[in-house]
T-cell receptor
């Protein structure tokens, strides 16, 4: 079975531009998570969905960030306008249910650089 | 607010050595603890998941233990190999939710 698929793997863009990150979760997984990883702050949860519905977006840093999950096989994380401090690795993960003893599975991430 | 700490931040050992990685968390009201491995430029790979009703889990040369009351977990790696070189992260759920709170990891280097 294919794992979590993220695109693009790398993104370099100028400050002020819109950035869209994409994720395809593992088929059949009910939960989808977006994380951000930086050297200073480590790995932080931004938002997660259950059955395509956003459940907790308390980790989204500000209104410039938005996430959608239009169907069970696709999610996007959008930053508009982007700023240099948004530079990080963004991971998508999916799972059946952590409370059911099922682990989260991660994609390889998108390395984002805002110039 | 749950906080997860991993000590040491980096560890270098010779091949063949047995080693222990440590993880501590501030809120003992957890349901699950998960250990991950992260290779450079890659995502996280789940190694072991321990539910609160369990005290340990084993997979091959890896053994993870959980002591909820003291807020601690250890990952034991037996007979380490250069291929074990990676960053190991510990994560716990927050308040029984699906949210995971991560430590900053221990970067392990196993020297041939």
């Amino acid at each position: 079975d294919a794992g979590v698929i993220q695109s693009p793997r790398h993104e370099v863009t100028e400050m002020g531009q819109e950035v869209t990150l994409r994720c395809k979760p593992i088929s059949g997984h009910d939960y989808l998570f977006w994380y951000r990883q930086t050297m200073m702050r480590g790995l932080e949860l931004l938002i997660y969905f259950n059955n395509n519905v956003p459940i907790d977006d308390s980790g989204m840093p500000e209104d410039r960030f938005s996430a959608k999950m239009p169907n069970a096989s696709f999610s996007t994380l959008k930053i508009q306008p982007s700023e240099p401090r948004d530079s990080a690795v963004y991971f998508c993960a999916s799972s059946l249910s952590l409370q059911g003893g099922q682990p989260q599975h991660f994609g390889d991430g998108t390395r984002l650089s805002i110039l | 607010k749950q906080e997860v700490t991993q000590i040491p931040a980096a560890l270098s050992v010779p091949e063949g050595e047995n080693l222990v990685l440590n993880c501590s968390f501030t809120d003992s009201a957890i349901y699950n603890l998960q250990w991950f491995r992260q290779d450079p430029g890659k995502g996280l790979t789940s190694l072991l998941l321990i539910q609160s009703s369990q005290r340990e889990q084993t997979s091959g040369r890896l053994n993870a233990s959980l002591d909820k009351s003291s807020g601690r977990s250890t990952l034991y790696i037996a007979a380490s190999q250069p291929g074990d070189s990676a960053t190991y992260l510990c994560a716990v759920d927050q308040g029984g939710s699906e949210k995971l709170v991560f430590g900053k990891g221990t970067k392990l280097t196993v020297n041939p």
